[in-house]
């Protein structure tokens, strides 16, 4: 049997997928989390073949950071990721923290369970690019890598002078940034184009 942990904020998510798995031939739910900060003890106190992992959890835990741990602690076990948030750097950050797989929760065309079980055969199944969304009038995959670092430091509520500092570049050069991106999107200012990108997911500050 495979064991399961199910570490998934949301209440009805974390139900749906227990029943899931817990009806699936071969797997066995051994224990359902609502906060990442829990998951390495879980893994712990249970035998833990397989983590299905949320990457925002309660109280603003990553999954992310708690996968990591997971796997510098106990390699074997397979971490799969799963959100349904659409950050840019999500796929970038799971696969750096040693993840096995990735599954967006609302827009792949493959179910969990398969994802699960190709995933246990020892297949790395990952998405090619994360969703696509619209900023104003562009869509996410216009932006440029630097474009997406400006804007990540902007939301993380730098100045100008401090984002030009933290990702090596000159204040005239961050602004440059800034004017391509308000060019591309349509959006009137910086602050409205960062409350886009944060209301639509593109970049989560805090993760």
Not at 20 to 34: K, Q
Not at 171 to 178: A, C, G, L, S
């Amino acid at each position: 049997m495979i064991h399961v942990l199910i570490v998934e904020d949301s209440r009805i998510s974390r139900e749906v997928f227990e029943r899931e798995l817990s009806s699936a031939p071969g797997y066995v739910v051994a224990a359902a989390i609502a906060n990442a900060a829990n998951a390495e003890i879980a893994c712990m106190k249970n035998r833990i073949d397989l983590v299905l992992m949320d990457i925002c959890t309660a109280d603003g835990e990553s999954g992310l950071e708690a996968a990591a741990r997971i796997k510098r602690h106990d390699p074997q076990v397979k971490v799969i990721m799963m959100t349904s948030m659409p950050e840019h750097s999500f796929l970038q950050k799971a696969k750096a923290a040693q993840c096995d797989s990735f599954w967006y929760k609302e827009t792949d065309d493959m179910s969990l369970l398969e994802v699960c079980d190709r995933t246990m055969r020892g297949e790395f199944v990952w998405p090619e690019k994360s969703p696509r969304i619209m900023i104003g009038q562009a869509y996410s995959e216009e932006f440029t890598d630097r474009e997406l670092e400006v804007m990540r430091a902007l939301a993380q509520g730098l100045s100008y002078e401090e984002t030009a500092e933290a990702l090596y570049m000159s204040t005239n050069t961050v602004k440059y940034h800034v004017k391509n991106l308000l060019q591309k999107t349509g959006c009137h200012s910086r602050i409205q184009l960062v409350a886009e990108v944060v209301e639509k997911r593109l970049i989560l500050p805090n993760y």
